[in-house]
């Protein structure tokens, strides 16, 4: 069918939105509640454009399509409906943008720029409420809400969590918790997904500058850092890179000028997390134990678990997560080898994710009275972090990560993206079961970005059932099938943010799905590339079990790399 745009004919289909066939032509329309891929609500009309034979004023994001319609995207009409629009936004908004942690970054910004509105028109009594510290993760200002709605859209269709919600009414309306409680409170997950989609500083994460801060002046204190395999292919973008460039040496030149004392690679301990929960797999599928085992990599979904599922804990494997493992295996060997006391040590991880965290404040991630990990960054963090020191991170000299904890595999360097943990630990447990290396290394069922992938390995005649969620609501409908009987699969992987820790929480706000395929595409580059592909062949991990843990799940072993979960309550 044809329409007219802007006097101008234009193709659109049947089922198509005025916003789709504007976003086919590259005609630019502003949006705020409007989420991609999702059912639209219509509700904050910053879209409108104006009916030419109705003269009416439309929603594009949720105006159906027909032939001979005809709109302007840009009238005079439109374009004084917006700035009423955010004019009204703007009178009961914090004025605090030099020093908000979104300024330059915030889609309310940027509208009132566009929309050239360089005063306030529109003044009133401002809504005062309440700064929510208490969540381990997220910072949540009420002040800055402009209730769009994304993030209770995301936290329930994507994370099918519901931990917030619209709460009252007409000009009492806010976006709050059960009962108005704290974040701490309710059955949020700490996966950051909200933060992802807040258009303005409502939502943040929590920062851990000022311990690190204090930490690294501090003359008696070691301060170490690890950093998750997603982060040298995302980091990048943040200074004039292109999506997916790997900076893992620049990375590591960075971390030492800001003053960290020793730099590790957190894929060498995801690959000692392959050799684990490799082996629990293994001794589970050999010995009658209880399947399918689900990886417990991310810290998200094991709170998720947690609180939703706790049927399937004894499912989750009793592996800790890569981060907590390094920080485990840093105050305790790497103290001991060095003659280190733990005490001594600050420990810091750069995650992708704000989850981490929660996961690093946990009781159960503590050794001898010192927490694994004593503080955890951001990707979004860590680049300011950069620029607070000044450095010129596109120039600087590529350096290497220390030893012993700073050689890794490729397979452990795919931990990074959603279908990277399994098939890192099917190369090992085929290795372990076979004797033999898994011809080509790759397993191209698992990987994409798609919410779930599904497949059968077999090895020496063991058909073992795979699956790989990203997406907690992706999770559940798997989860829900193996309630209902379904015992065809051995093995999960699950991941809280779509297409893994590449789009995690913690991760540059605003990225768009291509930088999430560049960044997957760049994992596994590395992979093809290098030569060291499987975790069982990683020497240093090798020395470690030699020197200290003696096999995989070892009592030694358990009593440092592994934990256990409880059933988790929360306000309904």
């Known amino acids: 069918m044809k329409i007219e745009i802007n ?14 066939v504007l976003k086919r032509n590259n005609i630019h329309v502003p949006t705020l509640c409007h989420m991609k891929d999702m059912f639209p609500t219509g509700a904050c009309r910053i879209c409108v454009v104006e009916d030419v034979d109705s003269g009416k004023l439309i929603p594009s994001c949720s105006f159906p399509v027909y032939d001979g319609l005809k709109v302007k995207t840009h009238s005079p009409r439109v374009i004084n409906s917006r700035k009423t629009i955010v004019e009204l936004l703007l009178s009961d908004h914090p004025d605090d943008c030099l020093y908000c942690v979104r300024n330059q970054n915030c889609e309310l910004q940027n509208l009132s720029d566009n929309l050239q509105i360089r005063e306030r028109k529109i003044r009133g009594k401002k809504s005062k409420l309440k700064l929510d510290l208490s969540s381990a993760s997220i910072k949540r200002d009420p002040e800055k809400c402009i209730l769009c709605g994304r993030c209770v859209r995301v936290c329930e269709e994507v994370m099918g969590v519901s931990a917030i919600d619209f709460i009252n009414r007409g ?17 949020c997950v700490n996966c950051g997904q909200c933060i992802m989609v807040c258009p303005t500083g409502a939502l943040s994460e929590k920062k851990h500058f000022p311990e690190i801060l204090e930490a690294i002046n501090n003359p008696e204190k070691i301060v170490v850092a690890q950093y998750a395999p997603a982060i040298s292919v995302s980091i ?23 003053g960290f004392s020793k730099v590790f690679d957190t894929t060498f301990s995801a690959d000692l997390t392959i050799m684990e929960e490799g082996t629990e797999l293994i001794n589970r599928i050999q010995n009658g134990g ?50 280190i006391d733990p005490k001594n040590i600050y420990s810091v991880s750069i995650m992708p994710c704000t989850a981490k965290k929660f996961e690093g404040q946990r009781d159960e991630m503590t050794q001898n009275g010192y927490s694994d990990v004593d503080a955890v960054l951001t990707t979004r963090e860590l680049s300011e972090l950069i620029k607070t020191f000044g450095i010129d991170f596109k120039n600087l000299e590529p350096e290497l990560t220390d030893s012993p904890h700073g050689l890794r595999s490729s397979a452990g360097k795919l931990f990074g993206v959603s279908g990277g943990v399994m098939e890192a630990a099917i190369r090992t447990a085929y290795f372990k079961l076979t004797g033999n290396e898994l011809i080509n290394f790759k397993v191209k069922a698992v990987r994409g970005l798609e919410g779930r992938k599904e497949a059968k390995v077999d090895i020496d005649g063991l058909s073992l059932g795979v699956a790989v969620v990203s997406g907690l609501a992706n999770a559940k409908i798997l989860l829900d099938e193996i309630a ?31 930088a999430l395929k560049e960044r997957m595409k760049a994992l596994y580059i590395i ?23 003696g096999e995989p799940n070892s009592h030694k072993a358990h009593e440092l790399l592994h934990t256990t979960y409880q059933k988790r309550d929360v306000l309904i």
């Not at 309306?173 to 059955?187: A, P, Q």
């Not at 093809?528 to 240093?540: A, F, G, I, Q």
Request: net charge negative; glycine share 8%; proline share 4%.
């Open 171 to 187: 000009s009492k309306t806010v976006i709050g918790t059960t009962f108005d409680k704290g974040l701490n409170t309710s059955s």
């Open 527 to 549: 992979d093809e590339k290098e030569t060291l592909k499987v975790s069982h062949k990683n020497p240093e991990v090798i020395e470690l079990y030699n020197n200290f843990l």
């Open 290 to 339: 209880k399947l399918p085992l689900i990886t417990s990599c991310c810290p998200a979904w094991v709170k998720y678990a947690e609180e939703f599922a706790p049927e399937f804990l004894d499912n989750v494997s009793t592996c800790k997560s890569p981060q907590q493992m390094l920080g485990a295996v840093i105050k305790s060997y790497y103290a001991e080898k060095n003659n």
């Open 484 to 514: 209902n009987g379904r015992n065809d699969i051995h093995f999960i992987e699950v991941m809280a943010c779509p297409g893994g820790c590449i789009g995690g929480g913690g991760q540059k706000i605003n990225a768009d799905e291509n």
């Open 7 to 20: 006097n101008k004919s234009a193709e659109a289909f049947n089922g198509e939105t005025i916003l789709d």
């Open 236 to 258: 990048a973008e943040d200074f004039d890179f292109n999506a997916g460039t790997d900076v893992n040496g620049k990375l590591n030149a960075a971390l030492r000028r800001i």
